[in-house]
């Protein structure tokens, strides 16, 4: 074999991997791509992969900026929410002296209620707050913080 023919056998070879090598990065990247934009039983293209995988990275990228629009909204609901929970409990320390029994009442209710709910609260996400406070909501017991509440009447 010539010098001419081992240059043009390794250029071949070359050649052979590199194909080999970009095949092999389509197929990876056809796997990554989600069962419904997956090309089940048909020989697809190497630009349609290319095509499906840019569609679905859009897709990410707006459930991305979705998720993150959502997420600020929830902070400042938070937000809000911790302001209201301190402007409560100012009000609920300046209008203590003069309240009426049942004013006493309710508040311990609620505070018996709050303080059960905090334990079990999780704000990670939307879900999260969504799942804890159903679940708070059908497996509390109310006797509780129903006889907190009158043992402030049997105490006046």
Same mark, same amino acid.
């Given at each position: 074999m010539n010098q001419s023919d081992r240059k043009k056998a390794t250029h071949l070879r070359c050649e052979r991997q590199r194909?080999?090598? =970009?095949n092999s990065g389509y197929n990876d990247l056809k796997d990554l791509l989600p069962a419904n934009s997956s090309f089940v039983g048909c020989k697809t293209t190497n630009a349609? =992969?290319?095509?499906r995988a840019?569609?679905? !990275? +859009? #897709?990410l990228n707006d459930e991305i900026k979705k998720d993150e629009e959502e997420l600020s909204k929830m902070q400042t609901q938070l937000s809000a929410l911790e &302001? =209201?929970?301190q402007q409560y409990e100012t009000f %609920?320390?300046?209008s203590k002296p003069e309240a009426p029994i049942q004013v006493?009442? &309710?508040?311990k209710f609620l505070d018996s209620c709050f303080e059960n709910f905090s334990k079990t609260f999780d704000d +990670?996400?939307?879900? %999260?707050?969504?799942? %804890?406070?159903? #679940?708070? !909501?059908?497996?509390?017991?109310l006797q509780k913080p129903a006889q907190d509440m009158i043992a402030v009447a049997k105490n006046k």
């Open positions: 194909r080999e090598a =970009i349609a =992969i290319l095509f840019a569609d679905y !990275v +859009k #897709q &302001l =209201i929970a %609920s320390l300046d006493e009442m &309710l508040e +990670k996400d939307y879900q %999260s707050v969504t799942r %804890s406070f159903l #679940q708070w !909501v059908e497996t509390t017991d």
